[in-house]
């Protein structure tokens, strides 16, 4: 308990070294120097600190390794956004202030909430309907459409979609024992997927589907159904390979993006590019050249860190997002009840695999398709999503700790 | 009673499972940088270069014999003085703006000294080191002998060395002047195309070449065939430019007769014509270190006029003047093409660093079918359809090709020559082609000739 304590110290300490040193760089780049990155930088590292010691102040159990790892992936990518595009970074550093405010309020609702009984059939039409509302009113940005336009906020609905599938997930999977009682989940699946594919945002799509095989086959235990779902899915990629073109680009550029290195390879030639510029070591903070890389402040921007602070970096990043699931999965098993054990998994293993789909799509490893980075990429609807779900991690971590000492005291035991 | 799942055992699977693919991500990404990281990085497509590309820094580009062709005066891109020349060479120097894909661009990581150490890149850059020189294998002075007889426009001429692979001449036209690469506009003809490299061409009658060689390897050439102009092959009417009469395989070929190899490539079939075209490179993704080939292509579909098509360089054939030559310098190197290349050194202030040393890239035919292939292309030249490339004093050994395209509704035909010099003191492979010039044997035929009587006489 001490030696976690005292880690967890001197990791802050560590990561508001990286903040202030990287920030202060960047304000010194240009030769003079830059006021505004030297307070952006300031202005986060006290957050920070204040966010954790406040944090770790009013809740007993908070689960402090998620938390500084997420943090840490938010100072790298306020750090890289800054780099790329200051007014990009000044906006998701309010975004990640947000984003802190809604986890701590999915921290409260899960720690106080059961399973959302009947509520989870409002959430299922809410789901649904934004998705086809996206469908049939969202502007195409980068052959997906995915965004909806509000006044001057424009939101992907999608990333909220997310939460209340994890949600319906947790819900079905753990009320209900028969699998044929499980059909309305089953459609709703079926119709998120479905209305993610049909707005050509595949990235989504691989993801909730994705999601629901790993936590139907740890829900239920059944490799069978499991199987004949993913098969199910694959069919319908691959009749989704012959129907349309987009995706067949896709596949193609994949296998030898250098054939069309000038138009549909483009981006991920550039990617690549920028990951061997950098080298294991990298370029250096402001010495390479990842303004030049599509979307590189967004779904691209594992190319950019890669490129300016090295492969070394880059690797330590994928480390960073196994030990969160690592984190994860002992909080889900730890849980009390069915629903907040499949409910945190479910969490834990969306954010894992869409950091999956994204890293391997940007190093070449699988087709790429278009999806953010959990806390780093740029983008409010992304960072309010991937803090919620680290918030519904937290909120159950709370509960288990809660319990753990119920059950010490019941003992007569405890610590002191 | 139905057992309850183990939730937590099945977490652990996915757990080791997400363990698996997350340290996948990390070893494939360490993996892949190491081992393409340097090549990724030197690509012509890597703006990170051309960005920081100092003109001051940059190195002299030089033809074989030492003549500059691009080098650096006064902070400013300078280029041979004669407008023919840098006109003549300007596909394979290139410009610096990245229009066209020549050495500035290809060998730029040379020029500017990034090949040296690639965590020092930036350094070398930064501290305003040299970069080095780099030596081309084409001679600038018979490129522009070339560019200057050349009448065909659009057209192309390449010249390659058979025994080493070194291309000593490569003239594509229309052409640009890399003076004024800046303001040119792509529209005016796609000028900035290097057509010896990118431009794909139905091979016409040179493909007979190809027939040829599958029906020595499949021992298929007791055919012999009464050709009246004019046939009708499974169904799809074939055309010869003249009445050949009654022919064999040794007349058919040196006639061109398109009726004679029309069947011949039928009796052959799809798979035995397919297996011979992908020996000689076509539907091969090209990878040369020096430039960027088009792949050529050869398809079957089954159907067997298709294939009387296919078999005489039509239906859907295509091929690059670079590669169609080097099929000829296949044959003259005794079934072997040498890899083809244009960097012949490169040195850092006087130093040699990398200098080019002859390889073999495919062999394509055994050499007894090399050898009775040359027979062919001699007797071609000596009383075929390429006697105008009969240059007296050395033997050349050539094929026509006249291949038909439809151009606004009218049959246009391009012209064709591929051949080479049977002497191994003068070890020469050329490919010649017109753009819509006329027959094989008008335009191209006699254009080779010269070449090669030119080349010989300046010593190659």
């Known amino acids: 308990m001490i030696i976690k304590r005292f880690g967890a110290g001197i990791i802050l300490a560590f990561m508001i070294l990286f903040l202030l040193s990287g920030m202060f760089l960047l304000s010194f780049a240009g030769g003079t120097f830059n006021m505004?990155?030297?307070?952006?930088?300031?202005?986060?590292?006290?957050?920070?600190?204040?966010?954790?010691?406040?944090?770790?102040?009013?809740?007993?159990?908070?689960?402090?390794?998620?938390?500084?790892?997420?943090?840490?992936?938010?100072?790298?990518?306020?750090?890289?956004?800054?780099?790329?595009?200051?007014?990009?970074?000044?906006?998701?550093?309010?975004?990640?202030?947000?984003?802190?405010?809604?986890?701590?309020?999915?921290?409260?609702?899960?720690?106080?909430?059961?399973?959302?009984?009947?509520?989870?059939?409002?959430?299922?039409?809410?789901?649904?309907?934004?998705?086809?509302?996206?469908?049939?009113?969202?502007?195409?940005?980068?052959?997906?459409?995915?965004?909806?336009?509000?006044?001057?906020?424009?939101?992907?609905?999608?990333?909220?979609?997310?939460?209340?599938?994890?949600?319906?997930?947790?819900?079905?999977?753990?009320?209900?024992?028969?699998?044929?009682?499980?059909?309305?989940?089953?459609?709703f699946t079926i119709a998120c997927v479905g209305l993610l594919v049909l707005s050509r945002d595949l990235g989504a799509a691989l993801l909730f589907a994705g999601t629901f095989l790993i936590v139907f086959y740890v829900g239920t235990g059944s490799v069978g159904i499991t199987l004949g779902a993913t098969a199910a899915f694959a069919g319908g990629a691959f009749l989704s390979y012959k129907m349309f073109d987009h995706v067949k680009t896709r596949v193609e550029v994949w296998q030898d993006p250098w054939a069309t290195y000038n138009d549909k390879g483009y981006q991920i030639v550039q990617g690549l590019l920028a990951i061997a510029s950098g080298g294991l070591l990298g370029t250096g903070l402001g010495l390479?050249?990842?303004?030049?890389?599509?979307?590189?402040?967004?779904?691209?921007?594992?190319?950019?860190?890669?490129?300016?602070?090295?492969?070394?970096?880059?690797?330590?990043?994928?480390?960073?997002?196994?030990?969160?699931?690592?984190?994860?999965?002992?909080?889900?098993?730890?849980?009390?009840?069915?629903?907040d054990k499949l409910l945190v998994f479910g969490a834990t293993a969306m954010l894992s695999l869409q950091s999956f789909i994204i890293i391997g799509g940007v190093i070449k490893l699988i087709p790429l398709t278009g999806i953010t980075m959990p806390f780093v990429s740029s983008g409010g609807s992304s960072m309010l999503s991937a803090m919620m779900q680290l918030g519904i991690i937290e909120g159950v971590a709370l509960k288990n700790g809660e319990y753990e000492e119920a059950e010490l005291e019941e003992m007569g035991g405890g610590v002191a | 009673m139905k057992k309850k799942p183990n939730l937590k055992k099945n977490m652990r699977v996915m757990l080791g499972v997400f363990c698996c693919l997350f340290v996948l991500l990390g070893s494939y990404l360490l993996y892949s940088t190491v081992a393409y990281g340097d090549q990724w990085f030197t690509t012509p497509y890597n703006p990170r270069i051309s960005a920081s590309k100092n003109i001051e820094n940059a190195g002299t580009i030089y033809d074989r014999n030492g003549i500059p062709l691009a080098y650096t005066e006064n902070g400013e891109r300078k280029y041979a003085e004669s407008e023919d020349m840098r006109r003549a060479v300007s596909h394979t120097v290139g410009d610096i703006y990245g229009k066209s894909l020549g050495a500035e661009t290809l060998f730029a990581k040379y020029l500017y000294g990034y090949d040296q150490n690639v965590v020092d890149k930036f350094n070398s850059v930064q501290s305003g080191q040299k970069g080095g020189d780099v030596y081309l294998t084409i001679d600038a002075e018979l490129c522009e002998y070339i560019y200057d007889h050349m009448n065909a426009d659009p057209g192309a001429v390449v010249l390659m060395n058979y025994e080493t692979g070194e291309i000593l001449a490569s003239v594509s036209k229309p052409t640009f002047d890399p003076y004024t690469a800046k303001e040119?506009?792509?529209?005016?003809?796609?000028?900035?195309?290097?057509?010896?490299?990118?431009?794909?061409?139905?091979?016409?009658?040179?493909?007979?070449?190809?027939?040829?060689?599958?029906?020595?390897?499949?021992?298929?050439?007791?055919?012999?065939?009464?050709?009246?102009?004019?046939?009708?092959?499974?169904?799809?009417?074939?055309?010869?430019?003249?009445q050949h009469g009654h022919v064999?395989?040794?007349?058919?070929?040196?006639?061109?007769?398109?009726?004679?190899?029309?069947?011949?490539?039928?009796?052959?079939?799809?798979?035995?014509?397919?297996?011979?075209?992908?020996?000689?490179?076509?539907?091969?993704?090209?990878?040369?270190?020096?430039?960027?080939?088009?792949?050529?292509?050869?398809?079957?579909?089954?159907?067997?006029?298709?294939?009387?098509?296919?078999?005489?360089?039509?239906?859907?054939?295509?091929?690059?003047?670079?590669?169609?030559?080097?099929?000829?310098?296949?044959?003259?190197?005794?079934?072997?093409?040498?890899?083809?290349?244009?960097?012949?050194d490169v040195r850092y202030g006087g130093s040699s660093s990398f200098r080019y040393t002859p390889s073999e890239f495919r062999t394509i035919m055994p050499q007894n079918i090399a050898a009775q292939i040359t027979e062919y292309m001699r007797n071609t030249v000596d009383h075929g359809t390429a006697t105008s490339a009969d240059i007296g004093n050395v033997t050349v050994c050539g094929k026509t090709g006249t291949a038909e395209y439809v151009e606004d509704g009218e049959v246009k035909n391009h012209?064709?020559?591929?051949?080479?010099?049977?002497?191994?003191?003068?070890?020469?492979?050329?490919?010649?082609?017109?753009?819509?010039a006329g027959f094989g044997s008008r335009y191209a035929t006699p254009l080779a000739g010269e070449i090669l009587a030119h080349a010989i006489e300046m010593g190659y």
Request: proline share 3%.
């Open chain 1, 288 to 339: 390479g050249m990842p303004e030049v890389i599509p979307v590189g402040t967004s779904d691209y921007i594992f190319a950019a860190i890669a490129e300016e602070f090295g492969i070394i970096v880059a690797i330590g990043i994928i480390a960073l997002y196994l030990v969160f699931i690592i984190r994860g999965i002992l909080i889900a098993m730890d849980a009390r009840t069915k629903f």
């Open chain 2, 184 to 242: 040119d506009t792509e529209e005016s003809g796609a000028k900035f195309v290097n057509r010896v490299t990118q431009g794909l061409y139905p091979p016409g009658s040179t493909m007979k070449i190809l027939t040829a060689a599958a029906a020595l390897e499949n021992g298929v050439t007791d055919l012999e065939v009464d050709c009246t102009g004019e046939a009708i092959i499974e169904g799809q009417k074939v055309t010869c430019t003249s």
């Open chain 1, 36 to 187: 505004e990155a030297a307070v952006l930088g300031i202005i986060f590292a006290v957050f920070i600190i204040v966010q954790y010691n406040v944090l770790k102040g009013i809740f007993k159990h908070l689960e402090r390794f998620s938390l500084l790892i997420a943090d840490f992936l938010c100072i790298i990518s306020i750090v890289i956004l800054y780099r790329i595009d200051p007014e990009v970074a000044q906006k998701q550093l309010i975004w990640i202030l947000i984003g802190n405010v809604c986890m701590v309020i999915a921290m409260l609702v899960i720690k106080k909430s059961h399973d959302f009984g009947k509520l989870n059939w409002v959430f299922m039409i809410l789901a649904v309907g934004m998705l086809g509302m996206t469908l049939i009113f969202a502007s195409r940005v980068g052959g997906a459409k995915n965004w909806i336009n509000i006044g001057p906020f424009s939101f992907q609905p999608s990333e909220f979609a997310k939460i209340l599938f994890l949600i319906v997930t947790a819900y079905f999977l753990s009320s209900r024992d028969r699998k044929r009682d499980m059909w309305p989940y089953f459609v």
């Open chain 2, 415 to 436: 012209s064709w020559f591929v051949g080479f010099v049977e002497d191994a003191a003068h070890p020469l492979a050329i490919a010649v082609i017109g753009e819509g």
């Open chain 2, 248 to 344: 064999d395989f040794a007349t058919a070929f040196e006639k061109s007769c398109n009726i004679y190899f029309g069947q011949l490539a039928v009796e052959l079939g799809d798979n035995a014509m397919l297996e011979t075209a992908n020996k000689f490179g076509y539907n091969y993704n090209f990878q040369f270190p020096d430039f960027t080939l088009y792949n050529s292509q050869f398809n079957v579909s089954g159907n067997k006029g298709d294939l009387a098509w296919a078999g005489i360089g039509q239906y859907e054939d295509l091929v690059t003047p670079m590669h169609n030559m080097m099929i000829s310098a296949g044959v003259a190197n005794g079934g072997v093409i040498m890899q083809p290349n244009t960097l012949k």
